[in-house]
């Protein structure tokens, strides 16, 4: 006798309903849903190193022992970690990127119905985070100082929504995306002090251009504080994920434990090795990248567009419509990110090349007309 197969309707789900987050980035298939010849377009949207990975990456990564498990806590890439920033090796976790990490932090700090609360615009990996574990998130929007002068924290505001709603746990992403607005150290290092009770996450992702650091070891002693750092972006290896998190022995040890075990796979830890041995390759990468930004604000702006200070490797141009300058910009030959997913559809962002592809960029510019009102 076979058994009787009863279906459910749609709406009776086992599996909770959430929005993915959108990247920027290629997407090969949108692309060509679009029409577009990959072959002929280059890509701003992606805040990444212009010179990609050091030259030893790919012997490295040929290299790797596949044909074995490897390392399960990445040892010898956590240990040169650790001594880059200061820190006992037992305060780094290394991670399949950042992302792995921001979703592990939030499953260990939040519960259903929990508040979470983040500094907008922020990454949407920090929202989907967040609800999947069924907490609420809230938001303290940055302010634009008007100008071209960017996006600032309103301090008072977001030290308010602390006081008021005491959230569990607070993303803080510095210098943000997509503004590429960075917070002061001393706010950071005061927000730690004051709220015990408020698990900080500090996103640094795109911390390479800044003039100085953000915390000090010293901070972490306060065990509210965890720190994430990407190796996908400037260090040249999106393509292998790479990320890790430098936080309080205390705050490390249940994240490492939580970690799928083998999650940064033996290509991943060696490049990271291999990356780090080349801090020259690195500095190239950066100085390339604030040369070359400054040079595209300054003529952007003599043009009339509005370009907004930022402290990161990209910055926002204000277009008016995004979604249409992005559209004609791409008829050129040239791929920005739309920032509406951001809550900025008035904004596109741009991350420098090499001069002549970035040559090729404000040619596609001044064909258009930058918008009359100004933000």
């Known amino acids: 006798m076979s058994a009787r197969v009863v279906r459910r309707s749609p709406a009776a789900s086992f599996l909770r309903s959430v929005e993915a987050s959108v990247h920027g980035a290629i997407d090969p298939a949108a692309l060509r849903a679009e029409g577009v010849d990959l072959d ?13 990975a050091a030259p030893a990456v790919a012997a490295a990564v040929a290299g790797a022992v596949v044909d074995a498990y490897p390392d399960p806590r990445a040892g ?37 119905h929990d508040v979470a609360l983040a500094l907008a615009p922020s990454f949407g990996e920090c929202v989907v985070g967040t609800l999947l574990t069924g907490a609420r998130l809230e938001s303290v929007m940055l302010a634009h100082a008007g100008d071209g ?37 001393t706010l950071i290092a005061a927000l730690v002090e004051e709220h015990a009770d408020t698990l900080f996450v500090l996103d640094e992702a795109y911390c390479d251009l800044l003039a100085a650091p953000q915390w000090s070891p010293e901070l972490l002693a306060a065990g509210n504080l965890v720190i994430l750092r990407s190796m996908t972006k400037y260090w040249g290896l999106a393509g292998l994920r790479l990320g890790y998190a430098v936080a309080d022995v205390s705050l490390a040890l249940p994240l ?44 952007l702006r003599a043009r009339g567009w509005t370009v907004e200070s930022t402290s990161a490797g990209f910055f926002l141009i204000h277009v008016g419509d995004a979604a249409a300058a992005r559209r004609a910009l791409l008829s050129r030959g040239c791929l920005v990110r739309d920032c509406a997913s951001f809550g900025l559809p008035e904004y596109v962002r741009v991350s420098p090349g090499h001069a002549p592809q970035n040559a090729r960029l404000l040619e596609a510019f001044f064909a258009l007309t930058p918008p009359e009102t100004t933000p």
Request: with cysteine.
């Open 76 to 112: 010898e890439l956590v240990e040169i970690l650790a001594a880059r920033h200061g820190v006992p090796a037992g305060a780094v976790v290394a991670g399949n990127g950042s992302t792995e990490l921001i979703r592990l932090l939030a499953q260990l700090a939040l519960r259903p």
């Open 256 to 299: 490492r434990a939580a970690a799928p075990p083998w999650n940064v796979n033996a290509c991943a830890q060696a490049a990271g090795v291999a990356a780090l041995a080349d801090l020259d390759h690195h500095a190239q990468a950066v100085e390339l990248l604030r040369r070359e930004r400054d040079r595209l604000v300054v003529e």
């Open 40 to 52: 002929a377009i280059v890509d701003f949207s992606s805040n990444q190193s212009p010179l990609g």
């Open 149 to 185: 002068a960017g996006f600032v924290c309103d301090e008072p505001a977001l030290r308010a929504v602390l006081a008021n709603l005491r959230p569990r746990l607070c993303w803080l992403c510095s210098p943000n995306n997509p503004t590429g607005s960075a917070l002061p150290a």
